[in-house]
């Protein structure tokens, strides 16, 4: 059983994350429940910005908080040094209740509002990352009416193809974000912005998919938007001062995973610009990487307490949690990989083979289709493992559920961030029917 992080089993012979006993949490705070080892946050972030102090270049770690968003996430980001990138008006807004330095902070997304792009003036943020040319017209729009200056980067597609998950490849020619670097779209983006009065075109960024183990992609993407800066120089006299080439690094699901060291993956982004910017005499722009499941995926395990139980005779047996898909679509959406243990019983033989199911009314609520456990009885505590990328940002009510509450730990120590939905939650919203005579016609 591979363990993360400060994960340890305790002579009760139950599963501690941070130095608490996860049968407390979950007797505390109640089931599901989302536990981060805040401790190994703190390790991966420090190891992306040590690496580049080590090889010598100006960076910015930017947590993609996509993976998860909290008020409390970004407050250790920050204490951290980190950066930020945000993809909507409500990461931006919990950002600055945060009170996550503005200068620091990056907007992406494919198909800002008009609002949201205000919002990013209003809070004079470090950068707009543009991903199209209706952005531009746009972000031309707000900065001439206001006579503001905006920091933008242009985000390319590379035509780099990582080994992924085809809903989480975005490099290739064929996907819904940036400027094609081959088609000409790219060039048009550049002269649309780098000589414009309240825009100041800081460079280009890419992001070429996610769950990535091998360098290689990297490499040939940094390559690429090397070359294309180097273009730039000669024939407009530009010098880009960033090239942010994203995130994506892999983490450990499953024994088939080998994810590399952090610090693997920015030297070898190291080395090329480093390479190409010797060889062209171009000046060394600041690096910018986006690390967003490497900083928290591993780092964080969900807490599931067994309900039901069914045997299904020379094909297998169901074992059902008081959370599923709701709580983490993943498995449904794309078949993600996860393993588990039996959090209150960790010192017992896992070899039971069993079905994690959710309780969602749907067939496909699988959580582990082969899960080994500890054979198991109502009321144990599951802990699955590596949830704490895209699993609570992906919850949903589906079935009228509550979202679960989360939880930090760190040095023996457990608070509350994130409190869990109630039923009065659930229908906050909802407006009751009224009488014909009291709507308004349209």
């Not at 330095?101 to 470090?126: C, M, V, W």
């Not at 992609?217 to 090239?243: G, H, N, S």
């Not at 693997?264 to 390479?275: D, K, P, Q, R, T």
């Not at 062209?280 to 969900?302: F, K, M, Q």
């Amino acid at each position: 059983m591979h363990l993360y992080g400060t994960q340890t089993v305790n002579g009760k012979g139950h599963l501690t994350i941070g130095g608490v006993d996860t049968v407390d949490l979950a007797h505390t705070y109640g089931t599901p429940l989302v536990v981060y080892d805040i401790a190994l946050f703190r390790e991966r972030a420090k190891a992306f910005k040590d690496t580049f102090n080590n090889v010598g270049i100006r960076a910015q770690v930017a947590y993609a908080s996509k993976a998860f968003s909290s008020i409390a996430i970004y407050e250790i980001a920050n204490q951290e040094g980190l950066s930020l990138d945000v993809v909507s008006g409500g990461e931006l807004h919990t950002a600055v209740v945060a009170g996550f330095p503005r200068e620091r902070i990056h907007f992406h997304g494919n198909n800002k509002s008009y609002t949201e792009l205000q919002y990013a003036f209003d809070e004079k943020i470090g950068c707009i990352v543009i991903d199209n040319f209706s952005e531009i017209a746009l972000v031309k729009e707000i900065a001439e009416s206001r006579q503001e200056k905006m920091n933008v980067l242009i985000r390319v597609t590379p035509g780099v193809e990582a080994s992924t998950h085809d809903y989480i490849t975005t490099g290739q020619e064929d996907s819904k974000f940036g400027f094609d670097l081959k088609n000409g779209q790219t060039d048009e983006a550049f002269r649309q912005l780098h000589d414009h009065p309240y825009i100041k075109l800081l460079g280009m960024h890419c992001h070429i998919g996610s769950q990535i183990f091998e360098t290689d992609a990297f490499r040939l993407a940094a390559e690429a938007l090397m070359e294309k800066m180097i273009v730039w120089r000669d024939d407009y006299d530009f010098v880009c001062e960033v090239l942010n080439l994203g995130g994506g690094f892999g983490i450990r699901y499953t024994e088939e995973d080998q994810p590399l060291n952090p610090s693997a993956y920015v030297e070898e982004m190291a080395e090329v610009v480093l390479s190409l910017t010797r060889t062209h005499n171009y000046p060394l722009p600041e690096i910018w990487i986006e690390p967003g499941r490497s900083l928290v995926g591993d780092a964080g395990t969900s807490l599931y307490t067994v309900g039901s139980m069914k045997e299904v005779p020379g094909v297998r047996t169901y074992i059902a949690v008081d959370g599923g898909m709701s709580d983490n679509i993943r498995p449904a959406l794309y078949g993600a990989k996860y393993t588990a243990a039996t959090a209150n019983r960790m010192d017992e033989s896992h070899e039971t083979q069993v079905t994690i199911a959710g309780k969602c009314c749907e067939s496909g609520d699988k959580l582990i289709e082969e899960a080994h456990l500890v054979e198991p009885a109502e009321g144990d505590i599951i802990a699955m493992f590596c949830t704490g990328a895209y699993g609570y940002s992906m919850a949903s009510n589906y079935n009228r559920l509550p979202k679960p509450a989360v939880v930090f730990c760190e040095n023996g120590h457990h608070q509350l961030v994130v409190r869990r939905e109630t039923y009065e939650d659930i229908v906050r919203l909802d407006i009751p029917l009224q009488p014909v005579e009291q709507t308004e016609r349209i």
